[in-house]
């Protein structure tokens, strides 16, 4: 390959046949440059890249050979043998349908290089009849759910009580355990999710001036919020609303966190030096939930589930107070995550009637006053039929 004056030019390989995967390579790298043009961050070109690589090794052919039936049998793979949710298989599709509309854009030359070098050009794949679309809000499966509040009792019991024994038997890994109840704890009572938590520092928290009784945590600042298609991170600030979650920051880095050493900046260190992986949190979380033996549907980011669902029905926050502290762009994705508990139907019902049936006893008692309606007389007495005359 060489170029002149920008325009690129492919000469054939010394063997007098073009090679395929050195064209790929190039239009993969070229697509990753417009992606990097656009702003896109390094995972997500990475990702992509790997998603049209999938496809190729799936079908056995290369993208300018790709035919929409190739899309339509890795999609089926896809779902019903890897078993992908809906919103993963989504975004490999729109993965597949970039670099499509990429490699046929008039804007590069990319058809015209595949069809000099082997008579076919590049198509786009993925069309109205297989696109997977985005019709609705939620998309988590059925039977993800949030935790009650007596299951999030439990498992910090157990949390905390796996600390003991790990001291009791004198295994190593008691630091371990104790930063992984701490990570729970937070996430849970600041709605993060496992990213968010891996990330934290000391010097993310803040005082609150207008809630001076949580101290020096009344503020979290979040850096490494959820990101939209590889773009950078979203910071959010979220407000404590917990008494017992200070105590559980406070206790981490003054009694736990000092024994990884100095100086003190990650929130959740390891001791080689990094930060603890989600993978860890996840894998210790499951270790916890097979033991307490709850009902399926429980992951991490039910931690955060939880704290919507509770701030919402159980606390009696606003909806848009929730959806600050969530970060969360509409109030519509906020509604995903506030699932109501299981007494709150029956219990809103009640106090609603209550309220509703006091109202009407005050309005009939203004309205009796305002008209002067005087008391109703007693009821006259029937009179007794007369039996003894003909």
Not at 108 to 134: C, I, K, M, P
Request: with cysteine; net charge positive; aromatic share 12%.
């Amino acid at each position: 390959m060489a170029r002149s004056g920008g325009v690129v030019s492919f000469f054939p390989a010394p063997d007098g046949a073009p090679d395929p995967d050195d064209f790929l390579a190039r239009v993969l790298d070229g697509w990753g440059s417009a992606m990097t043009a656009r702003g896109l961050g390094g995972g997500h070109i990475k990702t992509s890249r790997s998603v049209v690589l999938q496809l190729c090794d799936s079908c056995g052919k290369f993208p300018w050979e790709w035919s929409p039936g190739d899309v339509d049998e890795w999609l089926n793979h896809l779902r019903g043998v890897r078993g992908l949710a809906h919103s993963t298989v989504r975004r490999y599709q729109g993965a597949i349908e970039g670099f499509c509309d990429y490699a046929t854009s008039p804007a590069y030359d990319w058809s015209e290089h595949s069809a000099r070098l082997f008579g076919q050009v590049f198509g786009q794949v993925v069309t109205e009849f297989n696109r997977v679309r985005h019709v609705q809000g939620n998309e988590t499966r059925p039977e993800k759910r949030p935790f009650t509040l007596r299951e999030l009792q439990q498992l910090f019991d157990l949390a905390d009580l796996e600390f003991e024994r790990v001291l009791e038997s004198g295994r190593k890994g008691a630091l371990s355990v104790l930063r992984d109840a701490a990570a729970f704890k937070i996430a849970y009572a600041w709605g993060l999710r496992v990213n968010e938590v891996r990330h934290l520092q000391v010097v993310d928290f803040s005082p609150n001036a207008r809630a001076p009784y949580f101290g020096d945590y009344g503020n979290l600042h979040v850096r490494f919020g959820k990101s939209k298609a590889g773009r950078a991170f979203k910071p959010r600030n979220v407000l404590t609303v917990f008494e017992w979650s200070a105590e559980v920051v406070d206790d981490w880095i003054h009694l736990g966190l000092p024994r990884y050493g100095e100086p003190l900046t990650d929130l959740f260190p390891t001791g080689t030096g990094g930060i603890v992986a989600g993978k860890k949190l996840w894998a210790r979380l499951d270790v916890y939930l097979d033991e307490l033996g709850f009902p399926p549907g429980l992951d991490f980011h039910s931690l955060r589930r939880a704290y919507a669902t509770n701030l919402l029905t159980v606390y009696g926050f606003d909806l848009k107070f929730v959806q600050f502290q969530l970060g969360h762009e509409h109030a519509a994705t906020t509604s995903i995550y506030t699932l109501p508990a299981a007494d709150f139907q029956v219990s809103e019902l009640a106090r609603v009637h209550a309220a509703t049936l006091k109202q009407s006893g005050a309005t009939k008692a203004r309205l009796n006053r305002r008209l002067r309606l005087p008391p109703l007389p007693p009821p006259r007495p029937k009179p007794k039929p007369n039996r003894g005359r003909s």
